[in-house]
């Protein structure tokens, strides 16, 4: 069993910065990706950035490229997004999952974790 436990959200400023932390344990890890997505209130849950253990391949949303950064430390068995140029948009409730396969769409992912909250006030 994979669990997954976020960490680091909060209430930023826009403009502001915030690094998540997403803590894996339970599986070997070498041959997952690694997605962090966000889900709004009244909204679906969208894809934001994943990361693939195996090569460190990364994709990230266009809604976020250029500000966010997807990184790991293996030691740890964590991965981070870092995110930058914070806006009020940013808004979510933000998981991070594990999966076989790199994908966009959050039913590829099969383990979860709790989810952490960002607020960007403007």
């Known amino acids: 069993q994979v669990q997954l436990v976020e960490s680091g959200g909060g209430l930023v400023q826009a403009g502001g910065s915030l690094r998540l932390s997403c803590a894996a344990s339970?599986?070997?890890?070498?041959?997952?990706?690694m997605g962090w997505f966000r889900q709004a209130p009244g909204k679906e849950r969208e894809f934001v950035a994943r990361?693939?253990?195996?090569?460190?391949?990364?994709y990230y949303a266009d809604s976020v490229k250029g500000r966010v950064t997807i990184s790991r430390d293996n030691a740890k068995i964590t991965v981070y997004l870092q995110m930058n140029s914070l806006k009020s948009e940013d808004t979510a409730v933000y998981y991070c999952?594990?999966?076989?396969?790199?994908?966009?769409?959050?039913?590829?992912?099969?383990?979860w974790g709790q989810g952490t909250q960002v607020t960007v006030s403007s």
């Open positions: 999952a594990a999966g076989n396969n790199p994908s966009t769409l959050a039913r590829s992912y099969d383990y």
């Open positions: 990361f693939r253990w195996s090569d460190g391949l990364t």
């Open positions: 339970g599986r070997t890890f070498g041959r997952y990706v």
